[in-house]
């Protein structure tokens, strides 16, 4: 079992930034991987990051790409996302998910922290 815990969400005006963070706790086994993904309403959950263990490899979804980072520290199984020059279609809901090896399914996942970017 793996528990995530989120934390930074919140209310920010176009073209600021925010940082998030997900702290993983119980048990976990390298290799694994912990992304991020959203959810604005009305819509389907998409993949917004993600990133190994190592920090060697992180994936964007084209939208965030050059304007979000991802970084890990995998002594304190922390994962991180920070946030630049948002926009207000960043708005949704924001979840950390942990998945075992290589990130194709992820199997735990944290209970989300609102992300809300004015105009």
């Known amino acids: 079992q793996v528990l995530l815990a989120e934390s930074g969400g919140g209310l920010v005006q176009a073209g600021g930034s925010l940082r998030l963070s997900c702290a993983a706790s119980g048990r976990t086994f390298i290799p694994y991987t912990m992304g991020w993904f959203r959810q604005a309403p009305g819509k389907e959950r998409e993949f917004v990051a993600s990133?190994?263990?190592?920090?060697?490899?992180?994936y964007y979804a084209s939208s965030v790409k050059g304007r979000f980072s991802i970084s890990i520290d995998n002594g304190k199984r922390t994962v991180n996302l920070q946030m630049n020059s948002l926009k207000p279609e960043d708005t949704a809901i924001y979840y950390c998910?942990?998945?075992?090896?290589?990130?194709?399914?992820?199997?735990?996942w944290g209970q989300g922290t609102q992300v809300t970017v004015s105009s």
């Open positions: 990133v190994s263990w190592s920090g060697d490899t992180s």
């Open positions: 998910a942990y998945a075992s090896g290589s990130g194709v399914t992820y199997q735990y």
